[in-house]
């Protein structure tokens, strides 16, 4: 497999994010459509992740940084992508996808430590942020379960259930798709009269229990169902985010 300076340079800005929304929705729509690049995205999390604590804060010495310059070819001039990541940086980054891409390394994705759990809160509410900030926050609008649920087929490797919750004052909207920890996940959107709720659903994540958090005014709720960990998202009360997610668990 070959793989471009830019692409490599997208890839660690993606990881440590660093690109623009627009940016980091057409990489996520990459990864969705590439699965030797989402793999890639995958295993560049994982190797970083282990190297955090090894690398040094300030950067390796001049001439190492030269050496790997020279090693895997990767040209210094116009990085536009350095101004808010030391260069030695984006070199690391792109040395550990060389070492993916020459070795064969695809990483498991592991959602089970507390870490990983933060980071995935993180990449979910960022997802739903960014739902909002487009034309529209779903990829097929469609009040009907029976053609969101089928929607996902080949899409994800999980097939969401999608209840219909209308009678409770919850409408299923649409779906969409976004990537976590490099893996496109189904992503049930609901309506509240004018909140949206972002349900994404992941494989489950060992160890993980019921928990409530807030950031700037929107309310992330997580809970677990068979072998899957659900993460719903909305700017509303808690309250009513509560009935939302009780109605959720007893009509699936």
């Given amino acids: 497999?070959?793989?471009?300076?830019?692409?490599?340079?997208?890839?660690?800005?993606?990881?440590?994010?660093?690109?623009?929304?627009?940016e980091t929705l057409s990489m996520e729509k990459r990864f969705a459509a590439e699965p030797e690049l989402r793999a890639l995205a995958t295993s560049l999390r994982s190797l970083s992740s282990r190297l955090t604590d090894v690398l040094p804060a300030d950067g390796p010495p001049e001439e190492m940084r030269a050496r790997i310059v020279s090693e895997i070819g990767l040209s210094e001039t116009g990085?536009?992508?350095?101004?808010?990541?030391?260069?030695?940086?984006?070199?690391a980054a792109s040395l550990l996808?060389?070492?993916?891409?020459?070795?064969?390394?695809?990483?498991?994705?592991?959602?089970?430590?507390?870490?990983?759990?933060?980071a995935t809160s993180d990449v979910v509410y960022a997802a739903h942020l960014r739902s909002l900030a487009a034309p529209q926050p779903f990829d097929i609008a469609s009040s009907d379960r029976h053609v969101v649920k089928p929607w996902f087929n080949g899409r994800t490797a999980i097939a969401p259930a999608t209840p219909d919750l209308a009678s409770e004052g919850f409408p299923l909207i649409g779906g969409r798709v976004d990537i976590v920890a490099g893996v496109p996940v189904p992503v049930l959107v609901y309506r509240h009269d004018r909140h949206i709720i972002s349900v994404t659903i992941v494989p489950r994540q060992l160890g993980a229990s019921q928990a409530e958090e807030s950031h700037d005014g929107s309310n992330i709720h997580r809970w677990n169902g068979g072998d899957l960990t659900y993460w719903a998202v909305s700017d509303l009360n808690n309250g009513d985010l509560r009935h939302f997610i009780a109605a959720f668990q007893y009509a699936r």
């Fill in 1 to 22: 497999m070959s793989i471009d300076d830019e692409t490599i340079l997208l890839v660690a800005a993606y990881h440590d994010g660093e690109l623009s929304p627009s």
């Fill in 79 to 91: 990085a536009p992508l350095k101004q808010q990541r030391p260069a030695w940086m984006a070199l």
């Fill in 97 to 118: 996808i060389g070492v993916i891409i020459g070795g064969g390394i695809v990483a498991g994705v592991n959602f089970g430590t507390t870490s990983s759990r933060q």
